[in-house]
C-alpha cells in the first residue's frame, strides 16, 4: 500500500477502533438526539402543524430528519475533539513527523469522523417506521449518499476548529456556539416558510440548510412545498460545503505549527 494511502487507512481505522472502545460516545450520540426528538417532537406536536408538509402530517414526523443530522453532528463533535487530546498526550506530534503529507492526515481523521457519523445517522434512521415514514430502496441509497456528504462536511468543520484550539473546553464552547445554531437555523425544527423576513435570510446562507433539504426530500418527496428550495441547487450547495470544510481543514493543518 502506497505510504500516503496507508496514513489515511491507519488514521481511519484507528478512529473507528477508540470509538468502539469508548462505548459512552455511543450511548451519548444516540441518546442525547433521541431525547429531543421525543421531548420537543411530543410537546410541539400539538400545537405545531409543519406549512407545506402534505395533510396528516405530524411534527414528529417532520423532525425526523432534523433528528438525524443532530445524531452526525454530536457524533462529529466527539472524533474531532480528538485531535486537541493527541496533540496534549504527543501523539499527533509523532504523525507529524512521518513523512506523510497533512492532506493524508486531515483526511484520515475526516473519513474515520464521516464512517462514525455515518454510521450513527444510519442506525437511527431504524426508527424511520415509528412515525411512519417507509424508505424505499432507492431512497435508502439516496439518504445514505446525503448523510456521507453532511458527515464528512461536519467533521471536517469540526477538524478545520480542532486544529486550531488548545483545549477541549474551549472546542466545546466554540463548537455549541457555531454547530447548534447552524442545526437550529437548518430548517430542522421549523421550515423556512413563516418566519420573519431577517431570519428566511439567515437560514439561506446557512449551508446545512440546503443538506437538511435534500435530505427532507429523500425521505419525504412530497415535502417540496415545506422545503422551499429546488432540489438541484440543494444538493449543488451541499456538496460544495463538503469540498470547502475539507479545503479549510487542510488548510488550517498545513499553516498549523505544533
Known sequence: ???????????WWREVTRFR???SR????LLQPLVFWLLLGGGFSAS???PGMPPGTGYLEYFYPGVVVLVMLFTAVFATISVIEDRREGFLQGVLVAPVPRTGIVLGQALGGTTLALGQGLLFLLLAPLVGIAITPAA???VVAVLACLAFALTNLGLLLA??????QGFHALMNLLLIPMWLLSGAVFPLRGV???????MYLNPLTYGMAVLRRCLSPNSAAAVGLPLGLALAITLSFAAVTLLGATWTATRRTL
Open 21 to 23: 472502545r469508548q462505548r
Open 163 to 168: 486544529w486550531r484550539m488548545e483545549s477541549t
Open 48 to 50: 405545531f402543524r409543519p
Open 1 to 11: 500500500m502506497p505510504p500516503l494511502s496507508l496514513a489515511v487507512f491507519t488514521l
Open 26 to 29: 455511543v450511548v451519548g450520540s
Open 196 to 202: 420573519p423576513a431577517w431570519l428566511v435570510w439567515t
Open 140 to 142: 435508502l441509497l439516496a
